[in-house]
Structure formats: structure tokens, C-alpha cells
């Protein structure tokens, strides 16, 4: 199930759909991260953070039985909200995507840090429910499926305003959506949001009840917090405890926590709140851990209770093209009933005890620490692990299992557009890797073909290869800003026809990319490039890099 939508689009001959080229084959693709943070050697018992690496943000868990599943944001890239299985915690296998079909959301026109907002994941007798925000294009809403790994229904649509819906259900059988939204006062200043609540009909599958605010600013509204988001509903004994994200999803992120002797109010801070941040830190010295907030948290198999949450791993002083990751700690509780996900000051540890019974998993395919990926394409359906900007509207790709390649078709649509161009990627998980793809020169004059790492429409290099009036060429394309993009470098290549490998390798705030068309070391294109263009920091937005195999057609 986990590669359906790949199977589904690409099996189906769309009416009126144009070829604009001759699909070009990538025979393999691969990528290798080596990171320091993940140089640390773990004992048995242990395992690395972040358990996902690379761009896994806003991350929501839910308990059934023995099994955990996870969940993550993902903006325009489709398909839409991965959701990964573990009974440990700590090792985790992908087995789907919530948003699979191309019909389920409008993706139509929006950038790449729009789209699904923070969805938040839970169960109840026998039914996942997944509720979420299409920003831009419908707003709040809820799918549904009996297996986690699909299918998963078409989505029903809610009118209230705001972000981060969460459906909880309590131990009497009622259910609970919390969310993100204006305040039911005029804002007091900029960021002034408010945590509400309104109970929702399980058999019906609709709100009903009056709407109520639960948390208006944040812990004290006297020092003005600014985006109390990212809510969750939990019970506890006698108490309903509140948890939700306050300060923004930068430097200045926190997890705070609230109680109440009802679901709906009235909830009390804790006097020694936040339960988490690190915006006391210095987040420039080397292995800093920054902008921890947006957890949620869940019983682990070891009885004791267990946080997932988001956080960055910047360098150079504050750079990072992995975007905000999955991190896991144990909640530890106080003597008066108060959850602590870290004490204050302390830093975010790469290396922790796992819970009881879990042990860490060298098999299958890696999501974090250092490693080496590569896809050959030998098979008919394609890795989970590959997406693409917005929802195709034809199959410009398939997979040639005779020859192992994966072909895509050139079209006009380029990655610095707002459409779904042809370009299937990965994200990328280290701030220094290397990257590779073998490709056939396209034949046709106006064609291009090769590696893309891109971060967003704006901020993003192109290497390719293409057929110029002298013959075949090697390029490389930057873009750092809106209207920037340029050709930096060119090269002839010895042969017209016939295979090129392109290779990218990115450390820190630098990047170097070369080619080969034979044995031998790659000859270099450019040795010194810009690599912080791939950074948040740069481009603004929400997402982490992403890196893979493109084609296009110039109009």
C-alpha cells in the first residue's frame, strides 16, 4: 500500500494528456550522508536522535495495542503526510501515505511551504483519524481508514477557523477537536492566537456544541507569547492535561503544559513552564540542537510515558537544509502530577536510553544516522521515500524493470513554478552528503535532464545536461531569490550521446558538483558553491531540502 499512488497514476493513460519530449532514463540514484552528529557510537540499549532525520516536522503519535504509528507534515510535496510503524519507538518503517490520490486534496498553485499543515493522527475503536490544514485551499479537515496504510477516505471538510486541529477521545467516550485560532478578543498584538475546543460527534463525524476558548495567548498573556499552536488533549488520573507548542517554530520554540479537572476548562499553567525549549542555549556552538516545540506524547512499550517532538541541527551558527526533525525523550513526571520532557538548560542529548525492549534496527531502509541509499530501480513500484512537488495531473514517470530505470517524461513545468513539475525527489537528511544519478543524454535540442536540490521555488540548483548548438553540455543552474535564476557554469561534453553520471556534494555551507561519462574521477563543474541558498534561513518557509532527478522542456 505504501507505493500505491505511484502504481495507480502511472498504470492509467490520462485523457488529453501531451508528451512534450521523449521520456529520459536514470538507470540508479544515490545518496550518502555523513554527518558528525552522527559519528557517536551508541551502546546497546540506546539509539540516535532524531529517530526521522531530515525533513520529518510536526510530528504526532498515537498508541494501538502494541503498535505505534507516526505522522508528519508535508506542505505541497505528494504524496501527502507519511505514516510510519514501530513497536519500539525507536525504529521506524514507512507503510504509507495518508494523501495518496491526487484527487484527495487541491494542491493546484500553492508554494511549496503551503499545503498540509501539522496533522495530528489518533484512533478510536477500530478507525484512524487523521485531521489537518489545507492552507490556502480548504482549510481544516478529517480522513479516516481502517489500516493505517491505506486507503484513506476523501477528505470532510470543516468551517472553523485556524491551524492545527487534534482529535482526542476520552476515556467516556466522548471526543474533543482542539485547534489553533484568533482569539475571541481583538488581538492584543502580533501572534496573539488561542487554543479552542468544541466536542465532536463520533457516529456523525461533525462538530456540534458551542465552540470555547481553552488558553488565550499562551501560559501568561502578560508577556505577550506569541502562536500557542500544535494542541493535544491527554488524561491522566483524575486530570486532563493540555500540551501545545508556544514561541513560534524558530529559536524561540517551546512545549508548555496546562491542567484541568475537565476537558474543557478551566486549565491551569504550570508554574514552571516551559516543559521544553533550548531558546536559553547557545544555538551556534557546534552538535547545538535548536527550535524544539510541537510534541506529542504517548505511553511507550516500556510503561513509562515518551515525547515526539520537532527540532533543527544547524551549523556554521545557525545554517540547516535538513529542516525541523523527529526527536524522542521519555517524560519524566513530578511529584505533584506535572510532565517534564526536559529539565531547563539541559541540551537535547543525540544519544539516549531506549525504552524497554527496544534495540536498534541496522536493517531496512535508514532514516537516520549515517548511511548510504541507492534505488536501482529493479523493481516495478517505486520507494516511498520518493515524492514530488503537488499532485501530478499525468504520469510523466514509469518504471522500465527490464532495463532498471525509472523514465520521466520533459515537460514545460519547471521546479520554480507553482505546478507539479517532473521531478521526483528525496529529502535530504545531513548537512553533508553526496549524491549521484546516471542518466542518458536527452537526443532532443531544448531538452534537460539531471539533479536537482532544491529547497524551494526560489532557492534551489539545477545540474543538467542538454544538447547545444556544438553539441552535448553540462550545466549547472542557480537560483537565490526570486527572478535569479541563472546559468553559473557550462561545460562541452566529449560525447553526444550516451550515458552521464552528475555528482553533488554538499558540506555544511558549501557545495561542489561534477560529471563523469566514463571510469575516472568526475571532472568538476563548480567546486565551490553556495550551499546555504539550500538553508530555511535563506529561502524562508517550512520545509527542508529535498534532492533528486528532474527533466524539463524549455517553452
Given at each position: 500500500m505504501s507505493r500505491?499512488?505511484?502504481?495507480?497514476?502511472?498504470?492509467?493513460?490520462?485523457?488529453?494528456?501531451?508528451?512534450?519530449?521523449?521520456?529520459?532514463?536514470?538507470?540508479?540514484?544515490?545518496?550518502?550522508?555523513?554527518?558528525?552528529?552522527?559519528?557517536?557510537?551508541?551502546?546497546?540499549?540506546?539509539?540516535?536522535?532524531?529517530?526521522?532525520?531530515?525533513?520529518?516536522?510536526?510530528?504526532?503519535?498515537?498508541?494501538?495495542?502494541?503498535?505505534?504509528?507516526?505522522?508528519?507534515?508535508?506542505?505541497?510535496?505528494?504524496?501527502?503526510?507519511?505514516?510510519?510503524?514501530?513497536?519500539?519507538?525507536?525504529?521506524?518503517?514507512?507503510?504509507?501515505?495518508?494523501?495518496?490520490?491526487?484527487?484527495?486534496?487541491?494542491?493546484?498553485?500553492?508554494?511549496?511551504?503551503?499545503?498540509?499543515?501539522?496533522p495530528a493522527i489518533s484512533y478510536h475503536d477500530g478507525t484512524f483519524y487523521v485531521v489537518c490544514t489545507m492552507v490556502d485551499a480548504g482549510g481544516n479537515f478529517l480522513v479516516t481508514a481502517k489500516d493505517p496504510a491505506g486507503p484513506w477516505s476523501d477528505p470532510i471538510w470543516f468551517d472553523f477557523e485556524g491551524i492545527d486541529p487534534s482529535l482526542c477521545f476520552m476515556e467516556d467516550g466522548r471526543a474533543w477537536m482542539l485547534n489553533n485560532g484568533a482569539p475571541a478578543e481583538t488581538p492584543r498584538y502580533d501572534g496573539h492566537r488561542a487554543i479552542w475546543i468544541q466536542e465532536f460527534d463520533i457516529a456523525a463525524k461533525k462538530l456540534v456544541g458551542p465552540r470555547q476558548v481553552l488558553v488565550n495567548g499562551g501560559v501568561d498573556i502578560s508577556k505577550?507569547?506569541?502562536?500557542?499552536?500544535?494542541?493535544?488533549?491527554?488524561?491522566?488520573?483524575?486530570?486532563?492535561?493540555?500540551?501545545?507548542?508556544?514561541?513560534?517554530?524558530?529559536?524561540?520554540?517551546?512545549?508548555?503544559?496546562?491542567?484541568?479537572?475537565?476537558?474543557?476548562?478551566?486549565?491551569?499553567?504550570?508554574?514552571?513552564?516551559?516543559?521544553?525549549?533550548?531558546?536559553?542555549?547557545?544555538?551556534?556552538?557546534?552538535?547545538?540542537?535548536?527550535?524544539?516545540?510541537?510534541?506529542?506524547?504517548?505511553?511507550?512499550?516500556?510503561?513509562?510515558?515518551?515525547?515526539?517532538f520537532l527540532a533543527c541541527r544547524p551549523y556554521g551558527g545557525k545554517w540547516y537544509a535538513t529542516g525541523r526533525e523527529t526527536f524522542l525523550l521519555p517524560v519524566t513526571w513530578t511529584d505533584d502530577d506535572w510532565p517534564v520532557i526536559l529539565p531547563p538548560g539541559e541540551r537535547v542529548p543525540y544519544v539516549v536510553d531506549a525504552p524497554r525492549a527496544a534495540s536498534v534496527n541496522t536493517t531496512g531502509t535508514p532514516l537516520t544516522g549515517n548511511f548510504t541509499w541507492r534505488d536501482d530501480f529493479a523493481a516495478s513500484e517505486l520507494s516511498p521515500l520518493w515524492i514530488m512537488l503537488r499532485t501530478p495531473k499525468e504520469p510523466w514517470w514509469s518504471v522500465d524493470t527490464a532495463a532498471s530505470t525509472v523514465r520521466l517524461t520533459p515537460r514545460a513545468e519547471k521546479v520554480s513554478g507553482n505546478a507539479n513539475p517532473s521531478y521526483l525527489a528525496r529529502r535530504v537528511h545531513h548537512a553533508r552528503f553526496e549524491a549521484a544519478t546516471a542518466l542518458m543524454i536527452p537526443a532532443e535540442p531544448g531538452v534537460s535532464a539531471g539533479l536537482v536540490v532544491f529547497q524551494s521555488e526560489t532557492h534551489h540548483y539545477f545540474m543538467g545536461v542538454r544538447q547545444s548548438r556544438d553539441g552535448a553540455e553540462v550545466f549547472l543552474e542557480k537560483s537565490a531569490g526570486k527572478d535569479s535564476a541563472a546559468i553559473v557554469a557550462t561545460t562541452p561534453l566529449k560525447q553526444r550521446m550516451g550515458a552521464v553520471k552528475l555528482h553533488v556534494k554538499m558540506h555544511d555551507e558549501r557545495a561542489s558538483f561534477a560529471f563523469s561519462t566514463g571510469p575516472g574521477a568526475p571532472t568538476v563543474l563548480v567546486p565551490d558553491a553556495d550551499a546555504t541558498i539550500l538553508t530555511t534561513q535563506a529561502s524562508w518557509g517550512f520545509v527542508g531540502a529535498t534532492i533528486g532527478m528532474h527533466a524539463r522542456v524549455e517553452k
Open positions: 500505491l499512488p505511484f502504481l495507480a497514476l502511472a498504470s492509467v493513460m490520462i485523457p488529453g494528456a501531451l508528451t512534450a519530449a521523449e521520456p529520459v532514463a536514470f538507470d540508479w540514484f544515490e545518496y550518502t550522508g555523513r554527518d558528525t552528529a552522527f559519528e557517536q557510537p551508541i551502546a546497546p540499549g540506546q539509539f540516535r536522535n532524531p529517530i526521522l532525520s531530515g525533513f520529518y516536522p510536526d510530528p504526532s503519535i498515537c498508541r494501538v495495542g502494541d503498535d505505534y504509528y507516526l505522522i508528519n507534515s508535508t506542505f505541497a510535496y505528494f504524496p501527502g503526510i507519511p505514516i510510519f510503524h514501530s513497536r519500539d519507538l525507536v525504529n521506524w518503517k514507512q507503510v504509507g501515505h495518508v494523501i495518496h490520490r491526487p484527487e484527495q486534496l487541491p494542491y493546484d498553485g500553492l508554494g511549496v511551504s503551503r499545503a498540509i499543515f501539522a505577550k507569547p506569541v502562536w500557542i499552536e500544535g494542541p493535544h488533549l491527554y488524561q491522566r488520573g483524575d486530570w486532563y492535561y493540555l500540551c501545545a507548542a508556544e514561541g513560534g517554530t524558530s529559536e524561540n520554540h517551546s512545549q508548555v503544559i496546562l491542567r484541568s479537572k475537565s476537558p474543557t476548562g478551566p486549565f491551569v499553567p504550570w508554574e514552571k513552564n516551559p516543559i521544553l525549549t533550548q531558546r536559553d542555549l547557545d544555538g551556534s556552538v557546534p552538535l547545538a540542537v535548536t527550535s524544539t516545540g510541537h510534541a506529542d506524547l504517548v505511553i511507550g512499550p516500556d510503561g513509562n510515558w515518551w515525547s515526539v
